[in-house]
């Protein structure tokens, strides 16, 4: 694209200014006479621009250091990128709370949360089987899931007294 005479706006740059509510990245600069005309869009909400500006105006919009977007140390960015995963992960995996931890389900175990339990709008549940039936790990899957879909509020878990420590470490 062309170069502005005045104030040296180009394709890419990042601007701000009192006529938008946040910075804008320029898509298309182009002098039209006496007015420049500036296309892009908003960095954060990426409303749509496309406005005149007469060189007076111009005077007024600052040109933004495209650096200093790239001043977090590298360990932070990756946590944040992490934590963006985490959050669209359960989007894309319908397995999220069994990919993630470390016990292997069995397949009645599979087909009873995520098969029955997670399809209902609200979950409220007893699990009760015999000894040894994995009711320890479908209920640590439901509330896994239900943490990572951000879905629970509140969680009741209600033990016999002589498993309650074992609940408590598993």
């Not at 009192?18 to 990426?46: C, D, M, N, Q, R």
């Not at 946590?79 to 989007?91: C, D, F, I, N, T």
């Amino acid at each position: 694209m062309e170069e502005c005479v005045s104030k040296k706006l180009k394709k890419d740059d990042v601007i701000s200014g009192p006529y938008w509510p946040e910075s804008v990245t320029l898509k298309i600069v182009e002098e039209e006479g006496e007015f420049i005309h500036i296309v892009g869009a908003t960095t954060k909400s990426k409303r749509y621009i496309d406005q005149f500006l007469t060189l007076n105006e111009l005077e007024k919009i600052q040109i933004l250091d495209k650096t200093s977007y790239f001043k977090e140390e590298a360990w932070k960015v990756f946590l944040a990128v992490e934590a963006l995963r985490y959050r669209y992960a359960s989007l894309y995996d319908p397995l999220l709370a069994v990919n993630i931890s470390k016990v292997e389900p069995l397949p009645h175990q599979i087909e009873a949360v995520y098969g029955y339990v997670l399809k209902n709008p609200r979950i409220r549940f007893l699990i009760a089987d015999d000894p040894g039936a994995g009711k320890t790990i479908m209920a640590g899957l439901i509330i896994k899931e239900l943490k990572l879909r951000s879905l629970a509020k509140r969680i009741l878990i209600v033990t016999p007294g002589h498993i309650k420590d074992q609940w408590r470490r598993e």
